[in-house]
């Protein structure tokens, strides 16, 4: 009998997966024409990409950067035989020529240096607050930050933002030394009365003479000269800044046990985030200097800034407000149990966890504010598109669109995409889960 | 066993209202709402006095007014002799229908998008990354004004359609313009007519009789097609065959509607090129569609992010569980991924709705008559009565967005998981 029982002795080797399988082309299948229906879906989206991309990339790439004006674009553009009335492709002039000027507004151009150092320097001062690598001696410099970016934009004196940063000193030595004196409580209301007292009373005609013994100022600004990108940046950093506190202590308010402040924090919430942004803007332009001190009458550009922080804080506290509820009720249990007062667990235990699941919203809020700051053009002032009006007015550049909105737009989406990233960023840092 | 002794009877000292609990916050509480009730007192004392000065006391006189002025985009008969009160109303009902339709587009385009993001074909979920991503980080006034432009500078004019550089779409039955779009209006040649309410006032409307016919035959429809599912439902309980009813159920509902339609001479009204400008049919301005493009496009991209996480929050295991139980896949999504997916979609979806009619506002800048374009735009500027039409325009503003929350949150109760 002849054994016809076969085993193999060793093990075969691997072969490679087939074609259509592996590589480019079994991701294609995989991803693009795996049945029919996704087939045909894949066709008529290439269909779409391509008729898209061939009607648009031709008029991008159009040879008129150095044109002086649309009509000198055209006959560039006709010319080179491409159809000449705005259809042959883009006249990119208008960007070379006024790209400063969407930048900084009417400000002076040979004092360009001082916002561009401003902003370089809101990098510098970003960097500790946003990256964990960066040094903490920049902290200082956010400290002072907020006066020196107010002096270098609108200039004058001195004296002025300095005295104004004083009040803070005033407040932070009247809480350590009442504080020492007469208990905490005092020192709170020290900390608020003193520097109160300084702002209202002692700034304006300290500020004065010291500019009278010593002229040290630079050249000052009027607010109506500041627009574009610039402004919206002032107005966008500034409400972001200030509306993130403002808005964790709204959020506090209305989730606390004391029925009156809870009430006051519910009632004004729900009133900004009733109304639409451009009704508080009219507030900003007509109506906010009624309801002030007869006779007083400050600049437009502040009063936006203080109505855009007031819109922001109320989104921020719901934001806020959410990540507070996420949080399992045990942490305050256990922060109680601790012993901490209510101050010492929020800031301890309560505030980085809601802050840290409250990231994504506190970002979209913030690219939300920094997109409503073109809002301002509509009572008049001069951001990217109000600008782009004005120099649509101008007889070289009447009639040109899509080269203006197109580069207003793509500068927009650059600093709200990147905005988007860093929270993503931000979230994997701050994720501690598994 | 020791018990604890009571705490000395020592009487009320005036430092336990800052340092005893029980009275603290009543402190807090007292010395907040005096220094509210200050800041309100300086505000309205400072309104007062400036005021006084201009000349202007606090009163809505105006609004009974002639408002001399003209709407170009009226939903109710208004003429500039009528009211400031009137004009006003116009511009409420403007807002209305515009928030009314970026809404409906919105969700279906949101929808849409989320989903076709979620796709397993590469391509799509890339574009659809992309126009999300785009829409999301670019403003909406930049939107407006591109739309807006678009349909003022690259639609043909009325009278390249007599020389047949551009045709009308759609069977010759929509004419789009650099006007504006035509298309075609409903009509009923034997209607029944309106009624007018409210007289000659500020505020008389008229409501088409026709509409409210169809309105009730429709409902009573709705009502009998849900009886007929009730009772499918209940066969299949008692007996386990659910009988097929999708006809009868559809039946029930279009089949009055076509005859009622019939009864009343139903036909439409073609737009029709008659000297320099298209005639009949109806006409949406271009503010009206750029607005309504703009906007739609705009909330959907942030509605389709909301349905995406949505969606990816309904854990994976239910459809398998849905499977493993032999449900078909249709109905594994009817029954057991929407009701889930929709819990989590619906407060994101209100407040996208709050959103779009906030922003609406923005019509100002293509010139749309809404609220802010006629109360708080022209009705200022001609009388002057800064702080009466702002206020005015916010509560109206407010009213609006406390009604569509309040409306969208009694949906969200009644669909809400019922937790023991």
């Not at chain 1, 639409?276 to 009063?303: E, K, M």
């Not at chain 2, 009923?188 to 035959?217: C, E, H, K, Q």
């Not at chain 2, 271009?286 to 996480?309: D, G, H, K, P, Q």
Request: charged share 15%; with cysteine; hydrophobic share 50%.
């Amino acid at each position: 009998m002849v054994d016809l029982s076969f085993v193999r002795k060793d093990i075969v080797p691997q072969r490679a997966a087939p074609l259509s399988e592996a590589g480019i082309v079994g991701w294609f299948r995989k991803n693009m024409f795996s049945d029919i229906p996704n087939t045909i879906l894949t066709i008529i989206v290439l269909y779409f990409i391509i008729s898209v991309l061939s009607s648009i990339l031709p008029w991008v790439f159009s040879p008129t950067w150095y044109s002086g004006s649309l009509t000198e674009c055209r006959s560039i553009l006709a010319e080179l035989g491409r159809d000449g009335h705005g259809g042959g492709g883009a006249c990119w002039g208008v960007i070379r020529e006024r790209w400063l000027q969407l930048l900084f507004g009417f400000y002076p151009s040979e004092l360009y240096w001082r916002p561009i150092l401003a902003f370089f320097l809101l990098g510098l001062a970003l960097a500790p607050v946003l990256f964990e690598g960066a040094s903490r001696k920049l902290l200082y410099l956010t400290a002072v930050y907020p006066f020196l970016c107010f002096w270098l934009i609108w200039g004058g004196s001195i004296w002025f933002p300095i005295t104004v940063f004083a009040g803070f000193i005033i407040a932070y030595v009247g809480f350590v030394y009442v504080n020492k004196i007469a208990g905490s409580l005092s020192g709170v209301i020290a900390s608020i009365v003193l520097p109160l007292i300084w702002w209202l009373f002692i700034v304006s005609p300290l500020s004065t003479m010291l500019f009278s013994i010593l002229p040290i100022g630079s050249e000052a600004i009027d607010s109506d000269r500041l627009g574009g990108f610039m402004l919206a940046v002032l107005i966008g950093v500034t409400g972001i800044a200030l509306s993130l506190p403002i808005g964790i202590l709204l959020a506090l308010g209305r989730q606390s046990d004391l029925p009156i402040l809870k009430g006051v924090c519910v009632c004004f919430i729900e009133f900004i985030r009733g109304v639409p942004l451009i009704t508080l803007l009219f507030v900003a332009s007509t109506l906010l200097n009624i309801f002030l001190p007869p006779g007083s009458n400050f600049d437009l550009i502040l009063r936006v800034m203080i109505m855009v922080t007031l819109f922001a804080s109320a989104y921020m506290a719901e934001v806020v407000r959410g990540g507070l509820a996420a949080l399992p009720k045990g942490q305050y249990e256990a922060a109680d149990s601790l012993g901490l007062d209510y101050w010492k667990a929020q800031r301890l235990i309560i505030m980085p966890q809601a802050l840290k699941i409250s990231i994504p919203g506190i970002v979209s809020t913030f690219i939300g504010l920094f997109k409503d700051t073109t809002l301002v053009s509509i009572i008049g002032l001069l951001d990217p598109l109000g600008l782009s009006t004005n120099i649509r007015a101008d007889m070289a550049w009447n009639g040109i669109l899509w080269e203006l909105y197109g580069f207003v737009g793509f500068i927009f989406f650059i600093f709200c995409f990147s905005m988007s990233r860093y929270s993503m960023y931000l979230e994997r840092r701050l994720a501690t889960g598994h | 066993m020791n018990a604890i002794p009571d705490p000395d009877k020592q009487g009320f000292k005036f430092s336990q209202l800052l340092y005893d609990t029980r009275y603290r916050s009543m402190t807090i509480q007292v010395v907040s709402l005096i220094a509210l009730l200050l800041f309100f007192g300086w505000l309205i004392s400072n309104t007062a006095a400036n005021l006084a000065t201009l000349g202007k006391p606090i009163q809505f006189k105006f609004l009974g007014e002639p408002s001399n002025y003209d709407i170009n985009q009226r939903l109710l008969d208004y003429t500039s002799r009528d009211t400031h009160l009137r004009a006003g109303l116009m511009g409420l009902l403007n807002t209305l229908v515009l928030a009314f339709m970026g809404c409906i587009t919105a969700t279906v385009l949101g929808v849409a998008i989320g989903v076709m993001r979620l796709s397993k074909n590469w391509l799509v979920a890339r574009v659809m990354t992309l126009y999300i991503e785009m829409f999301r980080n670019i403003p909406v006034l930049l939107w407006i004004i591109i739309v807006f432009s678009i349909m003022i500078e690259t639609m043909p004019r009325p009278n390249q359609f007599r020389s047949g550089e551009a045709s009308m779409k759609l069977l010759d039955s929509v004419a789009i313009t650099n006007r504006g779009v035509y298309i075609p209006e409903p009509l009923f040649s034997n209607g029944l007519g309106d009624i007018y309410l409210l007289g000659a006032s500020s505020l008389r409307f008229g409501i088409s009789l026709d509409l409210i016919a169809l309105l009730i035959v429709l409902f009573v429809g709705v009502f009998v097609s849900r009886k007929i599912k009730t009772s499918a439902d209940k066969i299949q309980n008692e007996t386990g065959v659910r009988p097929t009813t999708w006809w009868k159920r559809i039946s029930v509902i279009i089949f009055p509607i076509i005859l009622v339609l019939w009864a009343l001479g139903f036909h439409l009204g073609y737009p029709e090129l008659k000297g320099f400008n298209f005639k009949g049919g109806t006409y949406m301005r271009n503010s009206l569609i750029a607005l309504w493009i703009a906007l739609s496009l705009y909330t959907a991209a942030f509605i389709a992010e909301n349905v995406r996480s949505g969606i990816q929050a309904v854990e994976k295991g239910q459809s398998e569980a849905a499977f493993a139980l032999g449900i078909s896949p249709g109905r594994t999504m009817n029954l057991i991924i929407l009701p889930q997916a929709l819990r989590i979609i619906i407060p994101p979806l209100i407040s996208q709705y709050l959103n779009l009619t906030k922003n609406s506002s923005l019509a100002i800048a293509v010139g749309y008559m809404d609220l802010t374009g006629t109360l708080m735009g022209i009705t200022l500027n001609q009388t002057g009565r800064e702080l009466e039409t702002v206020l005015m325009g916010m509560a109206i503003y407010l009213v609006i967005s406390l009604a569509i929350s309040s409306l969208m949150n009694w949906y969200n109760n009644s669909v809400k998981l019922v937790e023991r």
